[in-house]
């Protein structure tokens, strides 16, 4: 049949199985928001270009799908950035279909024209400028298939205006057929002589743990993760992206690992003998000084990234492959070996771990203000723990990855390795798109929320229940932190004086705004947003100079850890 490019990308969409698409129109991409107009497919219409990718991604997060967003050329392209380079370090599949100017203008300085392929070949896994029709479809296939295969990520497709309104013959393509690139072939089935290897450690081994990253949810490993820990007798941390993959109510679950990790799961890390590594590349925020992270250690890392290994820690037992393949086959190996009855002799570690548990644990002294780590905690028990998450960047983000005890995974959304302000806004109205029968809740800061407040009327333009939780310091409160430590409390340019009234700013925008002030109020604020079927922002007033503890200052080893 004969379609114009834009249908052509229509039909690409609904091949993969595409029902939701964020994005922002303009010139570059009429031709191809009408053909849009003309299906199924949803469209959420953003406040911000840079919400459309956030959002996105935390539909791709909540769903366990490719997140797709569509934005215009010039500015609408350049405004993805952010969100791309976020989705690209945190390994999320998204496709970013762009607009370009008609292919006789490229490189002329032409109105809204810029090299959105060069700008983003950094951030994305593959890039494409598209300019021969008969080109389009394949190449949208294989964005599809690069964004979620291997270690997933961005794939970014710019369409020039022309070739979305050319004409050409289009085809279905052939049943059951695979994509075949000739230098792009991830690795799922891991060696077995490793996975044999990682069984002997474990022989060995008086004093195991296991450290689980974002690889682990993404492969959807939690379920293999979470028998092999309980079978080896093995405790578990894991990275910020990897709350979720084990139960954070688990008794083996030591909590968050690194500069705000708790005491005992940086401990146990220093003290080990033995480290599986699942899905982690061994982040500077995780590891501290990196000479002495696990010092005492024989370090096994599953990772389908061959990259990731050895990039900042050596490890003695590389295992490259998906990992939930290979915790399939490690769980098989134990079985096999009898090695559950070789693991009851943990007791000795484990009592170690529970001294650390109850010597060290997190806490936090309630007093007459607001406590941030009271309103997170109270969140927790009302909802059970089965709302899914998001954060803004800060100590907000550090605050619900310690109190929040994520059960299970795919319910913690942040912008882990780039640290965007300003991402958890979108990525809950993505995530509530994604699962509009869960409670979906944004926890902010006052400064944060502000960087893409706009997206207010997003989600109540679409009826979406988002709870927002403002922790309200007047502070940009993680940078004033640092300030107070190491800076002799000189807040350079981190006192917020004029903050907006957010109850009031929340009605402007059509949802429901709460405030507390007091402790006593903050249960029942909390109760009326989870009551209400519309957005809602909920204001808690805190204390000013509350700091998020266990910290390790940059640089430090990880045991070197500033206690409350």
Known sequence: MK??????????????????????????????????????????LVR?????????????????????????????????????????????????????????????????????????????KHNYLVKDIEKLAPTLREAFYIARSGRPGPVLVDIPKDVSNMITTYSKPVENSKIEMRAYKPTYKPNPKQLQKVVNLLKKAKKPMIFTGGGAILSGASEELTAFARKTRIPV?????????????????????????????????????CMIAVGVRFDD????????????????????????????????????????????????????????????????????????RETKPLVFAQGEAIKPQYVIDKFFELT????????????????????????????FITSGGLGVMGFGLPAAI???????????????????????????????QYGLPVKIIILNNR??????????????????????????????LAEAFGALGLRATKPEEVEDVLKQGLASPKTVIMEFVTEREENVYPMVPAGKAITDMLLV
Request: charged share 20%.
């Open 285 to 356: 925020r995780v590891t501290g000084k990196t000479d002495v992270f696990a010092k005492n250690a024989t370090i096994a890392q599953i990772d389908i990234d061959p990259t990731s290994i050895h990039k900042n820690i050596e490890v003695s037992v590389p295992v490259v492959g998906d990992c939930k393949l290979a915790l399939e086959e490690l769980n098989r190996l134990i079985e096999k070996e009898n090695l559950e009855d070789l693991c009851q002799g943990r007791d000795a570690w484990l009592d170690q771990i529970k001294d650390w």
């Open 48 to 124: 911000h270009e840079q919400g459309a990718v956030h959002a996105a991604d935390g539909y791709a997060r909540a769903a366990n799908r490719t997140g797709v967003c569509l934005v215009t050329s010039g500015p609408g392209a350049t405004n993805t950035v952010t969100g791309i380079a976020s989705a690209y370090m945190d390994s999320i599949p998204m496709v970013v279909i762009t607009g370009q100017v008609s292919s006789h203008l490229i490189g002329n300085d032409a109105f809204q024209e810029v090299d959105i392929v060069g700008i983003t070949r950094p951030c994305t």
């Open 475 to 504: 502070y940009l409160g993680m940078v004033r932190q640092w300030q107070e430590l190491f800076y002799q409390r000189r807040y350079a340019s981190t006192t917020l004086d004029h903050n907006p009234d957010f109850v009031k």
């Open 237 to 273: 941390t894991g990275s910020l992206m990897g709350l979720g993959s084990f139960p954070g109510t688990d008794p083996l679950w030591l909590g968050m690992l690194g500069m705000h990790g708790t005491y005992r799961a940086n401990m146990a890390t220093s003290t080990c003998d």
């Open 430 to 460: 993505g995530a509530q798109v994604a699962c509009p029968d869960k409670i979906v809740a944004d926890i902010a800061g006052d400064g944060s929320i502000q960087m893409n407040i706009q997206e207010m009327a997003t989600a109540v």
């Open 384 to 411: 059970k723990g089965e709302a899914i998450i998001t954060t803004e960047v800060g100590q907000n983000q550090m605050w619900a990855a310690q109190y929040y005890h994520f059960a299970k995974p795919n319910h």
């Open 3 to 44: 379609l114009t490019g834009a249908q052509i990308l229509m039909k690409v969409f609904e091949e993969e199985g595409v029902d939701t698409i964020f994005g922002y129109p303009g010139g570059a991409v009429l031709d191809i928001y009408d053909a849009l107009d003309q299906t199924d497919i949803r469209h959420i």
